[in-house]
């Protein structure tokens, strides 16, 4: 047995899109230490894309923001007899088609698009996939380092919301269940998602600054403790949000940055 302890077990991956994903890093790494991974995807143009990225892997339809989406998928998978040893939430999405505006200004139906699609669905599929889950299975879902960073929008609410999800989900599954849920939150990663946030290429090399080792954090470093967590080998680890950020966090201060910046002064 390995210290993961992955092998034959099943995962169920939401958010793969293409290469540069943390989902599509952490399913990989999942499927090379022996678990099995099934997929849910928003259309049909990502599961043909998710079918060629894992082939002979299930990928399923799903659209989170559909009541009777979500159930139809919880009831296919108890249906289909399939037990899962852990879920990777790794869904978000915000309108950011008009730039980022001044946070008073956001308009309430994106504000509750992006919560329903970014903070509920891990709500709404925890509860249709619960029939589902191993008894001591781990849900991990994909947050970021700080959820007080105003520059990210909207947003930044709306994944402060997720991590407090995550406790909740974590007491109200303890009741007759040994089902744990953290997050992962991570600092700023190169993704094609990530791409689509105004201003976010100048944050990214800002926070490459910042990171103590003054290299920017990899796509796989977060899969990696995805991947932990997903885990047996993080038993202990339940109803937290684990920060993974090379160091940023603690580093605003940083001589060099400081410097840089008092020189144009």
Known sequence: MSF?????????????????????????????????????????????????LFPGKKVYLLDVENEESVKTFGETIKKEQIKLNGFLHSIAFANYSEGMKPFHETKLRDYLQASTISCFSLISLANALKDSFDDNASVVT????????????????????????????????SKDTHIRFNAVCSGPLKTSASAGIPGYIENYLYAEELTMRKKALETQEVANSVVFLLSSASS??????????????????????????????
């Open 4 to 52: 993961l302890n992955l092998e034959n077990k099943t995962f169920l991956i939401t958010g793969v899109a293409n290469k540069k994903s943390v989902a599509y890093f952490s399913a990989k790494t999942l499927i090379e230490n022996g678990a099995e991974a099934i997929f849910t995807v928003q259309n049909e143009e990502i599961k043909d894309r998710v079918e060629k």
């Open 142 to 173: 994909i947050s970021i380092s700080s959820t007080r960073a105003t520059n990210y929008g909207y947003m930044g609410p709306i994944k402060a919301s997720l991590d407090a999800v995550v406790a909740f989900l974590a007491k109200s599954f």
């Open 236 to 265: 202990g680890i339940n109803a937290s949000n684990m920060l993974v950020d090379a160091g940023m966090s603690a580093n605003y201060f940083d001589e060099n940055v400081v410097s840089a910046f008092a020189k144009r002064t």
